[in-house]
Protein backbone atom coordinates (compact mmCIF):
# COMPACT_ATOMS: atom_id res chain seq x y z
CA UNK A 1 0.00 0.00 0.00
CA UNK A 2 0.91 3.48 -0.71
CA UNK A 3 -0.47 6.98 0.40
CA UNK A 4 0.09 10.22 -0.74
CA UNK A 5 -0.46 13.57 0.38
CA UNK A 6 -0.78 16.36 -1.77
CA UNK A 7 -0.06 20.31 -0.93
CA UNK A 8 1.05 23.31 -2.22
CA UNK A 9 -1.93 24.24 -4.02
CA UNK A 10 -3.52 28.00 -3.63
CA UNK A 11 -4.77 30.95 -5.83
CA UNK A 12 -2.05 32.57 -8.30
CA UNK A 13 -2.41 35.35 -10.73
CA UNK A 14 -2.16 34.65 -14.29
CA UNK A 15 1.43 35.01 -14.72
CA UNK A 16 2.32 33.31 -11.74
CA UNK A 17 4.17 30.12 -10.00
CA UNK A 18 3.49 27.27 -7.77
CA UNK A 19 5.20 24.26 -6.66
CA UNK A 20 3.09 21.30 -5.65
CA UNK A 21 4.50 18.85 -3.41
CA UNK A 22 3.65 14.80 -3.27
CA UNK A 23 5.08 13.00 0.01
CA UNK A 24 4.57 9.14 -0.28
CA UNK A 25 4.65 6.65 2.39
CA UNK A 26 4.42 3.29 3.10
CA UNK A 27 5.80 0.20 0.22
CA UNK A 28 7.83 3.28 -0.82
CA UNK A 29 10.01 0.84 -2.45
CA UNK A 30 7.64 -0.35 -4.49
CA UNK A 31 7.05 2.63 -6.57
CA UNK A 32 7.84 2.55 -10.33
CA UNK A 33 6.44 5.86 -11.43
CA UNK A 34 4.82 9.10 -10.13
CA UNK A 35 3.19 11.46 -12.25
CA UNK A 36 0.68 14.43 -11.81
CA UNK A 37 -2.90 15.06 -13.86
CA UNK A 38 -5.39 17.31 -12.86
CA UNK A 39 -9.09 17.57 -13.51
CA UNK A 40 -10.59 21.19 -14.24
CA UNK A 41 -13.91 22.24 -13.67
CA UNK A 42 -16.43 19.76 -15.62
CA UNK A 43 -13.57 18.06 -17.24
CA UNK A 44 -12.37 14.76 -17.30
CA UNK A 45 -8.98 13.80 -15.13
CA UNK A 46 -5.90 14.48 -17.71
CA UNK A 47 -2.34 13.66 -17.24
CA UNK A 48 0.03 16.70 -16.62
CA UNK A 49 3.32 14.60 -16.21
CA UNK A 50 5.38 11.62 -15.11
CA UNK A 51 8.67 10.57 -13.93
CA UNK A 52 9.71 6.87 -13.96
CA UNK A 53 12.14 6.00 -11.94
CA UNK A 54 13.02 2.20 -13.76
CA UNK A 55 12.89 3.89 -17.44
CA UNK A 56 14.72 7.39 -16.60
CA UNK A 57 11.86 9.07 -18.33
CA UNK A 58 9.60 12.12 -18.05
CA UNK A 59 6.88 13.24 -20.16
CA UNK A 60 4.88 16.31 -20.35
CA UNK A 61 1.64 17.11 -21.62
CA UNK A 62 1.76 19.22 -24.55
CA UNK A 63 -0.13 22.15 -22.69
CA UNK A 64 2.51 22.25 -20.22
CA UNK A 65 5.69 21.81 -21.84
CA UNK A 66 8.13 24.36 -21.21
CA UNK A 67 5.97 25.99 -18.46
CA UNK A 68 6.16 22.61 -15.93
CA UNK A 69 8.48 20.89 -14.50
CA UNK A 70 8.68 17.51 -12.34
CA UNK A 71 10.85 16.68 -10.22
CA UNK A 72 12.01 14.22 -6.89
CA UNK A 73 13.61 14.29 -3.93
CA UNK A 74 14.64 11.70 -1.03
CA UNK A 75 14.41 8.99 -3.45
CA UNK A 76 10.80 7.80 -4.27
CA UNK A 77 9.43 9.47 -1.01
CA UNK A 78 8.74 13.15 -2.59
CA UNK A 79 8.03 14.36 -6.32
CA UNK A 80 7.05 17.85 -7.23
CA UNK A 81 5.97 19.67 -9.77
CA UNK A 82 6.87 23.34 -10.33
CA UNK A 83 4.05 25.56 -12.17
CA UNK A 84 5.75 28.67 -14.05
CA UNK A 85 3.79 30.95 -16.63
CA UNK A 86 0.38 29.95 -15.33
CA UNK A 87 -3.00 30.32 -17.40
CA UNK A 88 -6.61 30.40 -16.14
CA UNK A 89 -6.74 26.86 -18.09
CA UNK A 90 -4.63 25.46 -15.58
CA UNK A 91 -7.07 25.86 -13.07
CA UNK A 92 -7.88 22.57 -11.82
CA UNK A 93 -7.42 19.88 -9.16
CA UNK A 94 -4.02 18.07 -9.08
CA UNK A 95 -3.83 14.61 -8.14
CA UNK A 96 -0.53 12.60 -7.69
CA UNK A 97 -0.59 9.53 -8.92
CA UNK A 98 1.90 6.22 -7.68
CA UNK A 99 2.15 3.59 -10.09
CA UNK A 100 3.25 0.05 -9.19
CA UNK A 101 4.46 -2.53 -11.25
CA UNK A 102 3.67 -6.32 -9.50
CA UNK A 103 2.91 -9.71 -11.31
CA UNK A 104 2.68 -8.38 -14.51
CA UNK A 105 0.12 -6.16 -13.36
CA UNK A 106 -0.30 -2.35 -13.23
CA UNK A 107 -1.17 -0.66 -9.80
CA UNK A 108 -1.88 2.86 -8.95
CA UNK A 109 -2.63 4.85 -6.16
CA UNK A 110 -4.07 8.23 -5.59
CA UNK A 111 -3.59 11.12 -3.17
CA UNK A 112 -6.85 13.31 -2.35
CA UNK A 113 -5.50 16.34 -4.76
CA UNK A 114 -4.76 20.03 -4.62
CA UNK A 115 -6.78 22.84 -5.66
CA UNK A 116 -4.96 25.06 -7.92
CA UNK A 117 -6.65 28.21 -8.70
CA UNK A 118 -5.56 30.73 -12.18
CA UNK A 119 -7.46 33.93 -11.53
CA UNK A 120 -7.02 37.82 -11.32
Known amino acids: QVQLVESGGGLVQPGGSLRLSCVAS????????MAWYRQGPGKEREFVAS????????YYADSVKGRFTISGDNGKETVYLQMNSLKPEDTAIYFC?????????????WGQGTQVTVSS
Open 97 to 109: DARILRGGNEFHY
Open 26 to 33: GSIFSIDA
Open 51 to 58: TSYSEGTI
